[in-house]
């Protein structure tokens, strides 16, 4: 959301220079060793070390998880904390987002595709001199396959230039599946849900035909089902009739 | 025969034609069966069109082009054949600033407040301050239209202020938060920071550049090749919704319409409001009728012209940057495409301007104009500053710019 703002306040220099131009940062991508045909975007922060790139295939990986979906970046963390090769940082604030990203300084940064603050995160990565290495989206071409997976699922991933993509590729596919896995146990949530309020739809029917007809509940429900079948719909629909019916005709 | 077609979009007032094409039949009555596609980022609308999710995008006019241009991420050619609608944005101010500008419930003057503001900025830089803009993306009209205002103001959007991105939806919070002193957003978000009493409208867009480009309809140059016919069919829907958008007699209906929670999840009295250009400007205060402030349909504001591309990328090498090449100038001015917008409604009723690219900002009055069918007049399209934009000559405009 909000620019990183540096300890000294509102006129850093730091700050005054956000929009630079590309053209006049450095190109990093040959010291990365980055060949032409990997063609990501690559953004280079301005005073970012060459060396970083290296130094970055010993050490832990520090992942962000951006999500304001606290369950599903929950749920990310879970798969994610199983590896002993990275370290995971949850932001679900959106409030200073910019800033905290800034200080958790990540190799990569996992953010679901319906978070509004991605322009955002985008427009930071793009631009900022506050990071010290550059962060390019995982848009490899050779790689079309994992975008539209992990498009697919809902998350975008933006990985620090120059990080193996053996070290890279575990980590999204782990993302990608959580996400999947969330969306279906949401979606399993949502049916369940729904078969929920149908039983009481069915329920509050029989009742009122009950009441007004003098049924046993048998009879009741035997009378639903006749009703469905000879108009060829589900005992649901006819349910909800009976209820709006007997709403409309005043019932309670 | 049927086509499906899934359209992007982001949940503003402007994405109205793709949503009542759909809504009204019109796409139907095309033979389209169209699906709309919400998201809440321009990166996940551009995400979605890059890798097939969606045929075509709402989309923010210049990231169009930057996309073509590989600027952020790898070239993707992008085609327009079809405009969403002009302007549509408002600046709207934190309201001790605002009152300082404007008189309260009045529509400020791009001259007047802008005098004041620069004195302002001085004051603020004096103490140590820069004021923050808001903007919702780097690449996109609010941005450039903004930074023209300022800049011809004698205030240096990248030295004077600060600028930086907020999300639509979150920029009533920012103006609250103190995050940004001004924000330049389309509707309904002004009307919500107004109506939250953290902000007042001081100017709209409109008085920048009286018939600035804003949303397009943008596709995948393949898929217009590869969709061309649907996508023809689809432009008609589209023309059709622009002239319901436009008719009072719908507004009350397309606003509910715009509002469910599949489109924009918002207040139709909000939305209604930029529909009839007749925004609250203060809290509490009375509508006031703006001229132009969307502007959907009449004077085919449809039509895309090579000239708004041209001048977007004018735009762009002038805040990013980077060097003018007559290259990236022709990739630039390609990406607008009359010729599909011509080819889909020639022999309607719809008129059809004689020339695809025009001296922008360059009529105070009603003229008429050449015409391929129908009848052709134009109205003010001025810039507020006077300048006029010459497509034939981008290099020498750069130079004349502040």
């Not at chain 1, 550059?134 to 699922?153: C, G, N, Q, R, Y």
């Not at chain 2, 009152?99 to 004096?126: C, H």
């Not at chain 2, 969709?227 to 436009?246: D, M, N, S, W, Y």
């Not at chain 2, 109205?379 to 034939?392: K, L, V, W, Y």
Request: proline share 6%; with cysteine; net charge negative.
């Amino acid at each position: 959301m909000q620019w990183p703002v540096p300890p000294t306040g509102r006129q850093s220099p730091e700050n005054s220079h956000l929009w630079l131009p590309r053209h006049t940062l450095p190109d990093y991508r040959a010291e990365a060793g980055l060949s032409g045909q990997a063609r990501r975007a690559v953004l280079p922060a301005a005073g970012q070390l060459p060396s970083a790139d290296i130094a970055v295939h010993k050490r832990i990986m520090r992942i962000a998880i951006v999500d304001e979906s606290a369950t599903r970046a929950a749920v990310i963390q879970e798969g994610l904390a199983k590896r002993d090769d990275c370290e995971i940082f949850v932001v679900t604030e959106r409030r200073g987002l910019v800033a905290r990203i800034s200080e958790i300084a990540p190799d990569i940064v996992l953010i679901d595709l319906g978070n509004p603050s991605r322009d955002v995160l985008e427009e930071y990565f793009t631009v900022s001199r506050a990071l010290a290495r550059p962060i390019a989206m995982f848009v490899d071409e050779s790689d079309e396959e994992s975008i539209t997976a992990s498009i697919d699922a809902g998350v975008s991933s933006y990985v620090v230039d120059g990080l193996a993509p053996h070290r890279i590729r575990p980590i999204l596919d782990l993302a990608v599946k959580r996400f999947n896995a969330f969306s279906r146990l949401q979606s399993d949530l949502a049916e369940a849900k729904g078969k929920l309020a149908e039983r009481e739809t069915v329920d509050q029917a029989k009742r009122i035909l009950m009441d007004s007809r003098g049924l046993g509940e048998p009879q009741a429900y035997a009378e639903l089902r006749k009703t469905a079948m000879n108009q060829g719909k589900r005992i649901v629909e006819i349910a909800e009739a009976v209820v709006t019916a007997h709403h409309l005709l005043g019932g309670k | 025969m049927r086509s499906e077609l899934a359209v992007g979009f982001l949940p503003l007032v402007d994405a109205a034609l793709p949503v009542l094409a759909r809504e009204h039949g019109f796409a139907e009555d095309e033979g389209i069966s169209l699906t709309l596609v919400k998201d809440m980022s321009w990166a996940t609308v551009l995400d979605r069109l890059l890798y097939g999710h969606t045929d075509a995008a709402h989309l923010v006019a210049p990231l169009a082009i930057t996309t073509t241009l590989g600027r952020g991420r790898p070239a993707q050619p992008i085609s327009v054949p079809f405009v969403l609608g002009l302007n549509g944005n408002a600046i709207t101010f934190r309201s001790d600033l605002a009152a300082r500008l404007v008189t309260p419930g009045r529509l400020g003057d791009p001259v007047e407040v802008g005098v004041k503001l620069a004195a302002i900025v001085r004051e603020s830089i004096a103490k140590g301050v820069k004021l923050r803009f808001g903007v919702v993306h780097r690449h996109s009209s609010h941005n450039y239209m903004l930074r023209y205002w300022l800049a011809a103001c004698g205030i240096r959007p990248d030295v004077d202020v600060e600028m930086m991105t907020v999300a639509p939806p979150y920029c009533a919070d920012a103006l609250e938060a103190g995050e940004v002193d001004a924000i330049c957003v389309g509707e309904p978000w002004n009307s919500v920071a107004v109506e939250r009493g953290v902000g007042r409208i001081v100017l709209v867009t409109a008085q920048i550049w009286r018939r600035g480009v804003e949303k397009v309809l943008a596709l995948r140059r393949p898929v217009l090749e590869e969709k061309r016919e649907a996508t023809e069919a689809l432009i008609r829907a589209l023309i059709r919704a622009g002239r319901h958008f436009v008719d009072p007699a719908n507004w009350d209906r397309n606003a509910a319409i715009l509002a469910r929670s599949e489109y924009l999840d918002g207040n139709p009295e909000l939305i209604r409001r930029a529909i009839a250009d007749r925004l609250l400007l203060t809290k509490g205060g009375d509508l006031v009728h703006l001229p132009d402030f969307m502007f959907q349909y009449r004077e085919a504001a449809n039509f895309p012209w090579v000239s708004q591309a041209e001048w977007l990328y004018t735009q762009m090498i002038r805040w990013e940057g980077i060097p003018f090449t007559p290259g990236d100038a022709a990739k630039a001015a390609q990406v607008f495409r009359p010729d599909v917008y011509r080819s889909a409604l020639l022999g309607t009723d719809e008129p059809l301007p004689g020339a695809s690219s025009k001296v922008e900002g360059s009529l105070g009055q009603k003229t008429a104009v050449t015409a391929q069918q129908g009848e052709m007049v134009l109205e003010n399209n001025m810039f507020f500053d006077g300048m006029s934009f010459d497509p034939t000559d981008l290099e020498g405009y750069l130079r004349r710019l502040p």
